[in-house]
């Protein structure tokens, strides 16, 4: 099945809806006609659509994100039970998610459980997973994202660079998106330009843009992460078609707020940011997190940046 660039971008925004319905559903097990019928097709078509898109079936799709979903679960919340995760994600019985996840990544959930730190998650999963085998095959241990696991933390040279993480009460968001998949940052400036450009056309009252990222690339095959150009709607729009409209929720986050001038301490803040969320006592919440570029203080011809990182916490 051969798309054009028009239809392909129709296409995008109907499997981006799709992809929430199934995201906000795991619980359920969503099936193949309760998710089409969200993109407003027929199963037929849908499932060939959805695979052209997103690169593996429907059921593929959900069947990773519950397993990978449940490797964070395993990492961070070591006193969850089997079975509590398992009945929260829509498997059928512990024995079935234990068996479903040693097929995928080659480990039980005591192999998660027993680690410290996010290096030793992403070393273990880059060499013993199917999500490993596929990061060494596409050469991911390589790309900018990952980099970040062994960066030191340190600041900047004139001290604009502060790793201190508070502890703040985000107040609910409505964002127009566009939905990224593969290696962070690719296509993202391109991406925001086509909603800046969109929201000036139709003259929608917006706010400062945002990067949401909903996988973890420690567990997620980096040419599967999603991620969400964001821009915010300071009140509510009926109509962004070709674009979505989703709703950041509010909550309980920590973030760091600091000036960056380079890439590299974009991906060390990232990495600051949870070192210290796992040692100040707050568990990370099962949300996506996000970055928030505030574009008044922020001079991108110069290369500064003001941005908050931010990760939803309890």
Sequence with gaps: ????????????????????????????????????????????????????????????????????????????????????????????SSQNMAKSFKQHFNLTPSDIRQLTSREELHHLLSNNSKSGNMRRKNGNAKTSELAYAQSPVSTSEDGTLSMDIKIVDFEERQVIYKRLMGVSGQGIQEAFSELHQFA????????????????????????????????????????????NTQTIAAGKYAQIRTIVKNEHEFDMTWES??????????????????????????????????????????
């Design 1 to 92: 099945m051969n798309l054009d660039n028009v239809a392909y971008t129709q296409y995008q925004k109907r499997i981006a809806s799709a992809m929430d319905y199934i995201q906000a559903n795991l619980k359920n097990n969503p099936d193949l006609k309760s998710v089409a019928r969200k993109a407003h097709l027929s199963p037929f078509h849908f499932h060939r659509i959805f695979k052209l898109v997103v690169g593996e079936t429907v059921a593929d799709f959900t069947r990773r994100i519950r397993l990978e979903k449940a490797a964070g679960v395993f990492f961070y919340h070591k006193d969850i039970s089997v079975t509590e995760v398992a009945l929260e994600l829509g498997f059928s």
């Design 200 to 243: 000036k056309r139709h003259d929608l009252p917006i706010a400062d843009p945002i990067y949401l990222i909903w996988d973890n690339p420690e567990i997620t095959p980096m040419d599967r992460c999603r991620a969400d150009a964001c821009i915010t709607l300071t009140s509510e729009v009926s109509n962004v078609a070709p674009f």
């Design 273 to 314: 940011l949870f070192q210290q969320i796992l040692t100040s006592g707050y568990q990370p919440e099962d949300k996506p997190c996000f970055k928030i570029l505030h574009n008044e203080s922020s001079d991108p011809l110069k290369g500064i940046f003001d941005v908050s990182f931010c990760a939803c916490v309890k």
